[in-house]
């Protein structure tokens, strides 16, 4: 589980953002279900681009709950990578996420902020992080240039338990 800048940096890339929008909004029923928030809750949302070498490979729009959100703002985004400050600035300790990737066409909105036509295929990640005690922290939507990017990812089988079969028992006669 990393962060973009994390990632392009790994990859020899010199990492930047451009922040587009921050403010507190009301969440969308989707928003509030991947914060476990009520419908309506206030949340802070921050739009970035996010450049590799000085070209836009991701458009990101982070959610966060409102206290946390707050704190998050009064760093300049443009260097400090919203997982770091979480981490290491206000102690939340990142543990896992739900990360769902397809591929979708970029709206005009996207296609603007990654400076592509709409209508470009981009890879659309939705990801919600979680604490230590799996509260729902961070939820975003990252889309990212498909042809910028390449995923790529290792997966392991778990141990493997035997089949359990069930047999008809006897009837005694």
């Known amino acids: 589980m990393s962060g973009f800048v994390e990632d392009m940096s790994a990859a020899g890339r010199k990492v930047s953002a451009r922040v587009l929008r921050q403010g507190v909004v009301s969440a969308t029923a989707r928003i509030a279900d991947r914060l476990q928030l009520g419908r309506g809750a206030r949340v802070m949302r921050i739009e970035r681009v996010r450049l590799a070498d000085g070209l836009p490979v991701s458009f990101d729009q982070t959610w966060l709950p409102p206290a946390l959100g707050r704190k998050i703002v009064r760093n300049d985004l443009r260097v400090y990578p919203i997982f770091t400050l979480l981490e290491e600035e206000y102690g939340v300790h990142l543990l896992e996420a739900d990360y769902a990737l397809e591929a979708v066409a970029a709206s005009q909105a996207v ?9 470009t295929p981009i890879f659309q990640i939705e990801r919600t992080s979680r604490t230590a005690n799996r509260e729902p922290i961070d939820y975003e939507v990252l889309s990212y240039r498909g042809d910028l990017v390449r995923f790529v990812t290792r997966l392991f089988r778990g141990e493997k338990k035997p089949a359990t079969v069930q047999t008809p028992r006897s009837r005694k006669r």
């Open 111 to 119: 296609a603007d902020a990654l400076q592509v036509s709409a209508g």
